[in-house]
């Protein structure tokens, strides 16, 4: 059970990350590359799919390891990491602005990840840590 948590908190990090780089380098991309993003890339749409792949594996790997490890700063961690990734989704650009939508979510993926690596971090120190 322990590699599947593990495996959990890094795909959750990556997510987490995959998430971030999009944030900033898609306008980056844009300018380049217009076609492209016209063409082939959808926001919202990709915003929808990290959303659904981020919820069920960080509620999962955070809820194992907070009830192995005890610390359940590393849930409430990631509770408001989520809540701030789905408000940034729910609200959107056309409540928060595109800058708001982009801070939003850059928050939300970078305090996900720090909870995940807080996690990952305290079940490789348990040593009776069954995640």
């Known amino acids: 059970m322990?590699?599947?948590n593990?495996?959990?908190?890094?795909?959750?990090?990556?997510?987490?990350?995959?998430?971030?780089?999009?944030c900033l380098a898609l306008p980056l991309i844009t300018v380049l590359v217009p076609s492209?993003?016209?063409?082939?890339?959808?926001?919202?749409?990709?915003?929808?799919?990290?959303?659904?792949?981020?919820?069920?594996?960080?509620?999962y790997a955070l809820t194992m390891g907070c009830r192995n490890h005890n610390?359940?700063?590393?849930g409430v961690y990631g509770a408001l990491g989520l809540i701030t990734l789905v408000s940034a989704f729910v609200f959107g650009e056309s409540h928060l602005g595109e800058m708001g939508e982009k801070g939003l979510t850059t928050l939300g993926a970078i305090i996900i990840a720090f909870a995940?690596?807080?996690?990952?971090?305290?079940?490789?120190?348990t040593n009776n840590c069954a995640c």
């Open 2 to 4: 322990k590699v599947l």
């Open 6 to 22: 593990n495996y959990l908190d890094k795909s959750a990090v990556t997510l987490s990350l995959l998430c971030v780089v999009h």
């Open 36 to 59: 492209i993003i016209a063409n082939a890339l959808n926001q919202e749409l990709f915003h929808l799919m990290m959303v659904v792949c981020v919820l069920p594996v960080s509620i």
């Open 71 to 74: 610390k359940f700063s590393i």
């Open 116 to 125: 995940h690596i807080k996690n990952y971090q305290l079940c490789n120190k």
